[in-house]
């Protein structure tokens, strides 16, 4: 039976009211990413990425999961193969929704992770650069986010299901950022059939043999619809 790996980005949670990165309007629209987003930044003002982070936990605590996340949690429960979701997206929507296994190689907001000993533990709502790590006592406590210049989690795992895939899909990304960005090509190299599903055409809309444009609470569950209908 087919094996299915999905990549989902900042625009399949568009839609439930949660900024992407790169759009008009986006979250480097109104930040600089240089400020925010690298372990430099968080050394030079905690405070201040703490505040962007809290921010953002309040967002997607508030937020709701749209019908694309549920969409691809119907397609994880009744596909007879194995689908394999992995996640840019630091919001805990997909799980929400009810999807079962997620990886998320950018990190969680729902996790604070010490940048002094590893240890990890679940977020509180705000996040305080002076608090303890409960491991080892040291004030290094941070979101546990991937920031440019880091290694994104669980990388292994996620080129092994990639090269391996009859179908790989990519839903709602620019595909602007690696290693993620760089998946289609090792998709294509398995011999699997890549598919984008996005508002419009991406950086690497080229790289797909089929391409689905529109929102993604539409092509998401068409897709998924047409996937379950013709198993
Ligand atoms: C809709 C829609 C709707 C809207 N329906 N669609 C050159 C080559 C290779 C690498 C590099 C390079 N130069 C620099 C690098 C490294 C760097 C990088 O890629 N930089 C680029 C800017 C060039 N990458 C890294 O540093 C990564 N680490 C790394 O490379 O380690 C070394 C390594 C080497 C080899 C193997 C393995 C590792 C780490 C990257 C960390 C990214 N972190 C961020 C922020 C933290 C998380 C957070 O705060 O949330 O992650 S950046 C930000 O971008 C966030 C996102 O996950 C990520 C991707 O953004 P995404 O999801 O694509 O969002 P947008 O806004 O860009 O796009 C939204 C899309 O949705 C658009 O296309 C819309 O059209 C669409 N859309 N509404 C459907 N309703």
Redesign the pocket.
Known sequence: MKRIVIL?????S??SGLS????SG???ERYR?ED??TPEAFARNPVLVHG??NA?RKAAAAAQPNA?HHALARLERDWPGEVTLIT???DDLHERAGHRRVIH???T?TGALCAACGARWPAPPEMQPDAACPECGAAATRPD????????YD?DLIERHVGQCDIFAS????????????LVLQANAAGAHSVE????A?ELSGMYEERLE????R?VPDWVDGLLGRR
């Open positions: 989902t980005g900042a625009g399949i568009a839609e992407t990165f790169r759009d986006g979250l480097w990413l925010l987003a962007f982070y953002r694309a840019q997206n630091v190689m950018h990190g907001l986010i991937v920031w440019f210049g880091e290694m994104p990388m839903i709602g990304t620019s595909g602007q950022v690696y290693p993620a960005a760089g599903l996005n508002l419009e991406s529109g929102p993604a609470t092509t």
